[in-house]
């Protein structure tokens, strides 16, 4: 079956730092969202990527998914505190899309 | 504010027993779908309904089942409640296939 792994699992940074959040898939990618969570709280929608090669925007995230469809990541530029949490991806499974599997989550932390 | 409400926001019982967690969807989503999420297993799908029947099953135990009523909202019940029953219950909707909606999940707590 289909699985996403995520790295890095958790993550430190300084405010004002850019980092890099990665989830890679064991099969093509139809379907990959990025997600956002607060501890304890519901999950936030960040974005959709379908296309190969795709990358779109919201202030200061970046998401993108490789031309081959099996790694998509998430970039953070200038970090805030605000931005502290736990970032999820989520995938169709495997052309199935009325089921989503998910990574593990990374944690992200940001100093101030 | 997703649009998605749960009840309880809370709920502590013990070994054995059996509870109800409640979700309603988004106004006009017709598709429903609860997830588990603990420490050691991350977000787990369990099942989904559309428009009042089930569409999709995923790491759903026996001792748990799920409907969707006709006014679409949707609710969990978990009996024979066991310690590692204890995570967060998300409940998210959808208009069509794709972008998912949560709700903001029932923390239980079994002891």
């Known amino acids: 079956s289909q699985e996403l792994e995520q790295s890095p699992q958790s993550l430190i940074v300084q405010e004002g730092k850019n980092l890099t959040i990665n989830c890679t898939s064991s099969?093509?990618?139809?379907?990959l969202y990025w997600y956002k969570q607060k501890y304890g709280e519901g999950l936030i929608f960040l974005m959709m990527l379908q296309k190969g090669g795709e990358e779109k925007s919201h202030e200061k995230i970046t998401a993108k998914l490789d031309e081959k469809k099996q790694q998509s990541s998430l970039h953070i530029t200038a970090s805030q505190p605000s931005h502290a949490g736990i970032y999820l991806c989520g995938a169709d499974d495997a052309g199935n899309n009325r089921k989503l599997i998910w990574g593990l989550g990374t944690s992200l932390a940001v100093n101030p | 504010d997703s649009g998605v409400t749960q009840t309880p926001k809370h709920l502590i019982t013990a070994t054995g027993q059996r509870v109800t967690l409640r979700c309603s969807p988004r106004?006009?989503?017709?598709?429903v779908y609860w997830y588990q999420q603990s420490l050691d297993q991350g977000l787990q799908f369990l099942i989904q309904y559309y428009n009042g029947e089930e569409r999709a099953k995923g790491n759903i135990l026996e001792r748990f089942s799920a409907q969707q009523f006709p006014d679409l909202h949707s609710e969990l019940n978990l009996s024979s409640l066991e310690l590692g029953d204890s995570a967060l219950y998300f409940c998210?909707?959808?208009?069509?296939?794709?972008?998912?909606?949560f709700g903001p999940g029932t923390r239980l707590t079994v002891l």
């Open positions: 099969k093509t990618l139809y379907g």
């Open positions: 998210a909707s959808s208009l069509v296939l794709g972008r998912q909606y």
């Open positions: 106004s006009g989503d017709l598709s």
